[in-house]
């Protein structure tokens, strides 16, 4: 444990962060990236662009110094952030660097305010943080299904909605990765490492993408949709994805990874429902659990809430109809926003069921509102289960 000197100075500038923390990551990110053009290989420069980035960062750092006397309620957001670190190769020497330009930003955003015994501080107090993220990924990386990355080739192609594809991939040396074998789980994700020839991309360029099916024997399953928004370029890869790769094409892959799965305790019962929440290309990991719930017992009660723009983006429309189909006891909605009111507070209280286990996957605007809702609605933290698309940490309020 840190000093009590030292904690009490970190304690201090809490209000110094809540007011100057998304200044501090911003100037962090754009310093360190100047200076390192290898770690652009690294960082997702869509949410650098859009700010996702720099606020998780910021709410990491907050919540590290507000809990400083005792990091283990940070527990899950370390495990959370350490599957996403684990998926894009991240190693401890990279953690060095972090925090060298972590420090000169706080030092060139708060000038003077920061003395010698800040700085001094918050070099310890990022080495504790820091040993606390490479011991946990330390075991990530031991346990993950395979090491570093793969070669896979895209074997089918398939649009599922809107500017959604589904990849199908299966490994280019199949000795090499003996999917049967592994024990992938609905929910969790892979990570494609992309090198796109658009918007002239000089780096490497890496994804997370959600696993749309749990059955893997052969082959993997994911879906990508073409990032578009209004006044910036389209996302880099699912741009290079959607439009440029072409099956027979090779790709490469990290192991799945991340903790956003289904409570398995619950799965072989009916008494407590199951309630799978999507927005847009969120519902790729839901059809995941979807399948999985009702391969192993289809007498759990299922509720299948969905929001898309209209009919033709309504992601999977065809696969869920078709499992829901084997289902003993189902209520589907799905709401169109181009014609009915957005999913809000009021749908959730007369449509979610009193108990249910609830998973919540969708773009970040959308998550924050669920979130938002959720809590006003007094359910209880352990039942709501949630993977925003973005970093998560900028969903979370601390």
């Known amino acids: 444990m840190l000093p009590e000197q030292v904690r009490t100075i970190i304690k ?202 749990s059955l893997h024997d052969e082959n993997l399953k994911f879906s990508v949709k073409l990032e578009q928004t209004e006044n910036l370029p389209n996302g880099l890869v699912s741009e290079y994805l959607d439009l440029d790769v072409k099956v027979g094409d090779e790709l490469e892959l990290s192991a799945p990874a991340g903790d956003f799965t289904m409570n398995k305790d619950l799965i072989m019962q009916d008494k407590v429902p199951l309630v799978l929440l999507a927005a847009g290309v969120g519902a790729t990991p839901l059809l995941a659990m979807l399948e999985t719930q009702i391969r192993n017992y289809p007498s759990r009660p299922i509720y299948w809430f969905q929001s898309s723009q209209d009919e033709a983006s309504e992601v999977f429309k065809k696969e869920v109809d078709g499992l829901l189909k084997n289902a003993s006891s189902v209520k589907k909605v799905v709401v169109h926003t181009n014609k009915q009111p957005e999913i809000d507070a009021k749908f959730l209280k007369e449509n979610i069921p009193e108990g249910a286990d609830v998973y919540l996957c969708g773009p970040l605007g959308f998550m924050k509102g669920m979130v938002d809702h959720f809590k006003v609605l007094e359910f209880k933290k352990d039942d709501i289960h949630y993977e925003p698309f973005g970093p998560k940490m900028s969903t979370v309020k601390v």
Not at 27 to 52: C, I, P, S
Not at 179 to 184: A, H, V
Request: proline share 6%; hydrophobic share 40%; charged share 20%.
């Open 12 to 213: 201090a500038t809490v209000p110094v962060l809540e007011q100057h923390g998304t200044t501090i990551t911003k100037t962090f990110y754009k310093n360190m990236l100047n200076d390192h053009n290898e770690l652009r290989n690294v960082f997702n420069r869509t949410n650098q662009m859009r700010g996702a980035q720099p606020n998780a960062l910021a709410t990491t750092v907050l919540a590290a110094a507000k809990h400083i006397d005792d990091l283990s309620p940070l527990l899950t957001h370390v495990r959370q952030i350490g599957h996403k670190h684990r998926a894009l190769q991240i190693y401890p020497e990279q953690y060095d660097i972090v925090g060298e330009y972590l420090i000169k930003a706080i030092q060139q955003v708060l000038g003077p305010a920061a003395t010698p015994q800040i700085i001094d501080a918050w070099t310890k107090a990022y080495g504790e943080i820091a040993n606390v993220f490479i011991d946990v990924e330390k075991q990530m990386y031991k346990e993950a299904m395979w090491p570093g990355w793969k070669k896979f080739l895209v074997s089918a192609m398939e649009p599922v909605g809107t500017n959604v594809i589904k990849f199908t991939v299966t490994p280019k040396n199949p000795t090499d990765i003996i999917l049967k074998n592994l024990p992938i789980e609905a929910g969790q994700y892979i990570t494609v490492k992309t090198h796109p020839i658009r918007q002239d991309n000089k780096y490497d360029a890496l994804r997370h993408y959600s696993l749309c099916s």
